[in-house]
């Protein structure tokens, strides 16, 4: 079973702090996403990564892939209230490709 | 471009109550349909996925169906509902030609079993 584990399960902040939520696995996967998701309503994805190593950015928001694609960090710079959500990673495993293996979550919170 | 809906948006059953939830996707052909339950504020759990018309994986033992009668629509379904079968039901669709896998969910059914 390819179990993906998000860290922390829960952060709180002020306005302006920097922030890191870690995404890990034992597993290799062929590609990682992380989606983020307000109460009551359905995921939204932010960004996919595949290549091992390889980083994007989105806005204040940096995703890296782990060189052996076994993890995945997601960085807010600047934290701002509108960052509030629930931080989701995903991951295709190697094998089993017709379904995402997700996290659990980080609940990030904003204060202003 | 792609849409995807789910109805209805918040449900309230009685224990024993047989249970339907609909999903349809536009915009697309021959899409991959999934169906996830969420736990309030936590992952998601797979229940069931389809690559067809007609063909159903199940992911866990339980107390639901899914049906896909048509490309672009899956039905969950439960002939007695149990109050465990409370939570958050989500829809999503891939192409099934994606190589990323990328997922997209609609915007969820809150279920609620009394």
């Known amino acids: 079973t390819q179990l993906l584990e998000q860290s922390p399960q829960f952060l709180s902040i002020q306005e302006g702090e920097n922030l890191t939520v870690y995404c890990n696995s034992s597993?290799?996967?062929?590609?990682l996403q992380w989606y983020r998701q307000e109460p009551g309503e359905g995921p939204v994805l932010l960004v996919t990564?595949?290549?091992?190593?390889e980083v994007k950015k989105l806005k204040r928001l940096t995703f890296q892939f782990g060189d052996a694609r076994k993890d995945s960090s997601l960085h807010i710079t600047a934290a701002q209230p509108g960052d509030t959500g629930l931080y989701l990673c995903?991951?295709?495993?190697?094998?089993?490709?017709?379904?995402?293996?997700f996290g659990q979550g980080t609940r990030l919170t904003i204060n202003p | 471009s792609q849409t995807i809906h789910q109805w209805p948006a918040t449900l309230v059953q009685p224990v024993g109550s047989p249970l339907s939830l609909e999903c349809t996707v536009e915009?697309?052909?021959?899409?991959?349909l999934y169906w996830y339950r969420q736990a309030a504020g936590r992952g998601l759990q797979l229940l069931f996925y389809s690559v067809g018309i007609g063909q159903i994986s199940s992911e866990v033992p339980q107390n639901l169906s899914a049906s896909r009668p048509q490309d672009r629509q899956f039905i969950l379904s439960s002939k007695k509902l149990l109050l465990s079968d409370s939570g958050f039901y989500l829809c999503a669709w891939r192409l099934g030609t994606s190589v990323y896998n990328e997922q997209f969910f609609g915007p969820g059914t809150r279920l609620t079993v009394l």
């Open positions: 990564v595949v290549t091992g190593g």
């Open positions: 995903a991951g295709v495993p190697i094998q089993g490709a017709q379904k995402l293996v």
């Open positions: 597993s290799v996967f062929s590609s």
């Open positions: 915009g697309t052909s021959n899409p991959n």
